[in-house]
């Protein structure tokens, strides 16, 4: 291996130690990483910037602002206070929490969209008494799953679909995935309700 090989393994190694042991800001480590690739000559300027031009990282960011103008209007706070009522055990409270996050991360991405729900479900969580730690990981694999129906739904489908397009020169429908991954769709789908309902 070159000089440039061992370069990059030791900065990786430096990177990771300062996000994991330090209360360095993850942007400011990637881009310091990047910066320092750049200047030493190992990445081009082309190389650097690859990444900002990939359409699946600008669809994720509108999706940021998308769902914090849902947060900004109240829109999260309205359907969490009239649409969830007030459930009187965790299995109905899991149950209220499950089609709405569905749809949401199918037609949002599913990272803005918990984002967005934590601290909306944490507040009624507490005002109908129940534990919030008994609704948040139920809410990240909701909307994990509501992430499988459909193109936008999760940060790693616009990726895999980047990569595609370059490799086959055809992207894929909005729905593809659903059709194409059905069955483990349905095993999740199916491990969700065991959790609620059983």
């Known amino acids: ?24 800001a993850p942007h400011f480590v990637m881009m310091a990483v990047m910066t320092i690739l750049s200047a030493m000559g190992i990445l081009s300027g082309d190389e650097a910037l690859a990444g900002f031009s990939n359409s699946g990282l600008i669809t994720v960011a509108a999706m940021f602002v998308v769902a914090a103008g849902i947060h900004g209007s109240g829109g999260v706070d309205l359907m969490v206070n009239r649409a969830l009522g007030h459930p009187k055990s965790v299995r109905s409270a ?6 709405p996050v569905v749809v949401l991360s199918g037609f949002l991405n599913n990272t803005p969209v918990v984002a967005t729900m934590i601290p909306a479900i944490h507040a009624w969580s507490r005002k109908i008494k129940i534990p ?24 790693t489908n616009l990726v895999v679909n980047g ?36």
Do not use: N
């Not at 899991?94 to 089609?99: D, K, P, W």
């Open 94 to 99: 899991l149950c209220r929490i499950f089609a």
């Open 163 to 198: 990569q595609y397009q370059e490799a086959h020169r055809e992207r894929w429908l909005f729905f593809v995935l659903y059709y194409r991954c059905w069955y483990p769709c349905c095993v999740g789908w199916y491990g969700l309700y065991l959790d609620v309902f059983a």
């Open 132 to 155: 919030p730690s008994k609704l948040m990981i139920p809410l990240s694999y909701t909307a994990i799953l509501g992430g499988t129906l459909t193109l936008i739904g999760t940060s």
């Open 1 to 24: 291996m070159e000089w440039q090989g061992w370069f990059c393994l030791a900065l990786t190694v430096v990177a990771l130690s300062l996000l994991t042991l330090t209360r360095m």
